[in-house]
């Protein structure tokens, strides 16, 4: 076989397209919108390369839209968990053995897919499955995706490079990254198209074969990405989507000699959950597997006395209320200086009032709907609470109606106890609440800041004041794992602010960086002596 050490292509992030009024990818994007709300599909499990079809199928509708049948999917069963299984572990020994440079070339030309002929119906998928506007959309499963790929390859290429730096003379000191021993469950979530893609592939990517469950209200554009990896030439059996219960793949999967990592995103009660089961199961298993997860969080914005209060009052809007605060680092408390709350909350009710929403395929809709019924009612019901307790305030919103889709209005609280219930409570939603304090009080604030939550995903400080920004950098440092200044709680770009968070958070393994795909490679030292020794005496033994 012929060799040779290969550069990749550098990666760019993926340029993000705007869809204004008369551009051509806002008519691409109508059209492909248009061509997916005109029929109904039905959606098969792709096992060992093969669609895999059962009698039981659950309907899909778009939350902005719940009469509209979008399609169907196959529900699947244990056997359908064994059965991947299978199919991973068949496919294990020709995939982990094909050289890097063919295994990247896959990801890289699936990274032009989704860039070219399917950007649009990858992004209609995402709009109409799980109601994000075409902005959300396209820098979600377009941009980000093609971004983990391209960059997840120049990663890749960078893990294999790193070697020993010394080699005395007489020997050769090298370093070699094997697959993991066995398959990697990738369990992924409906809020990004875009984890649902990188989740399972950076871990294949890396030589390994993947199980993949993905959230049942994502399963709509999980169909897409499974059909670009395949005529991207990923070969049968690598990758396998399967539609089940979560109790029935963790029944199969935790109990399996051959599991050996699982890739999550989630939330934290379920991936505790799940880290339990593996250590109970521990003795069941051929290698201590790896568990990269990364979960809930209750992300802050605190704004100092000093901050610009225009730009404070977009980063709030903008943190809190883009994808309908569906987004694991949305900002859900925010922390105000008295100072600069009045000026704040007229340009938060000014704005939140311009705010137009409905549904994704009116893209003068800002707002969308929030992914399903259970979802409503949980926020529905908090919001109720509210506008019962005395001590509580709603500024803005609070309304919301379920009869044509799940619509609630961008709803902002304020409270006088920092402390109250939304502010501790990961809501997932597009309910913020408001606490004021006083200026002087600041580093006591950062303190209740750091200590409300389990959670420490991301955060954002807005500030003029340099030594307030020193301030709560520092007394900040282990609150959040993405840390913004004078900017909103969300948006990690990859390749610049590699995602993740710790404590309640999650495992912080940063996708979106090295960091990441070091946990699905086993690293193996290897030393070749080339005139080894062939007497056992030192000379410390020979007499004076």
């Not at 496919?91 to 032009?112: G, H, M, S, T, V």
């Not at 070699?176 to 369990?187: D, I, P, S, T, W």
């Not at 980063?315 to 200086?337: H, P, W």
């Not at 506008?387 to 379920?402: P, T, V």
């Amino acid at each position: 076989m012929l060799k040779g050490f290969f550069n990749v292509p550098q990666p760019v992030n993926e340029t993000i397209l705007n869809y204004a009024p008369g551009s051509k990818e806002r008519a691409l994007l109508k059209e492909a919108l248009a061509e997916s709300r005109s029929k109904t599909i039905d959606i098969p499990m792709y096992i060992d390369g093969k669609e895999v079809r059962t009698d039981k199928k659950v309907n899909i509708f778009p939350p902005h839209d719940h009469q509209h049948l979008l399609g169907s999917y196959s529900q699947g069963s244990k056997e359908h968990v064994s059965d991947a299984i299978s199919a991973a572990l068949k496919a294990k020994n020709a995939w982990e053995n094909l050289p890097w440079e063919q295994r990247a070339a896959i990801f890289l030309k699936a990274a032009d897919l989704i860039a070219g002929p399917y950007r649009y119906k990858l992004n209609a998928a995402t709009m109409l499955g799980q109601s994000k506007n075409a902005f959300q959309a396209e820098i979600d499963a377009a941009c980000e995706l093609i971004d983990f790929l391209r960059f997840n390859v120049k990663y890749m290429t960078e893990i294999y490079q790193q070697q020993p730096p010394v080699s005395p003379r007489g020997s050769w000191n090298r370093l070699e990254q094997r697959a993991l021993e066995g398959f990697v469950f990738a369990l992924t979530p409906f809020n990004f198209t875009a984890i649902a893609g990188n989740l399972p592939t950076s871990a294949a990517m890396m030589g390994n074969v993947v199980v993949w469950k993905p959230s049942n209200t994502q399963i709509y554009s999980a169909n897409v990405l499974m059909q670009i990896f395949r005529e991207a030439g990923l070969p049968d059996g690598v990758i396998n989507l399967v539609y089940v219960s979560g109790p029935d793949a963790g029944e199969v999967i935790f109990n399996h000699p051959d599991f050996a990592g699982i890739h999550f995103t989630g939330s934290t009660a379920v991936f505790q959950d799940i880290w339990k089961t593996i250590g109970n199961n521990i003795h069941k298993y051929k290698t201590y597997p790896r568990i990269v997860g990364e979960t809930g969080g209750k992300d802050f914005i605190l704004v100092h006395g000093s901050a610009d209060v225009e730009a404070s009052s977009t980063a709030i809007l903008r943190g809190a209320f883009e994808y309908q605060g569906q987004k694991c680092s949305a900002a859900s408390r925010v922390y105000i200086a008295a100072s600069v709350w009045p000026a704040i909350k007229e340009l938060l009710q000014r704005d939140l009032a311009s705010l137009k929403m409905g549904p994704t395929e009116d893209f003068g809709n800002f707002v969308n709907a929030v992914i399903d019924e259970k979802s409503f009612d949980k926020l529905t019901g908090f919001i109720d609470r509210a506008k019962k307790d005395k001590d509580l305030e709603i500024i803005s919103g609070g309304n919301y109606d379920k009869s044509k889709g799940y619509f609630i209005e961008p709803t902002v609280l304020l409270t006088k106890d920092p402390k109250y219930v939304t502010m501790c409570e990961e809501l997932f939603g597009p309910v913020l609440t408001v606490y004021v304090y006083e200026d002087k009080d600041f580093e006591k604030t950062l303190e209740i800041v750091n200590s409300t939550s389990i959670y420490a995903l991301t955060g954002a400080v807005l500030a003029q004041d340099r030594y307030a920004l020193a301030t709560a950098t520092h007394a900040l440092r282990n609150a959040a794992g993405n840390f913004y200044i004078n900017d909103k709680c969300t948006g990690a770009v990859v390749g610049q602010q590699p995602f993740g968070g710790a404590r309640g958070s999650g495992t912080n393994d940063k996708a979106g960086s090295m960091i990441n795909l070091l946990r699905w490679v086993s690293p193996r030292t290897i030393k070749e002596t080339f005139d080894p020794p062939k007497d056992y005496r030192y000379p410390f033994l020979d007499k004076d």
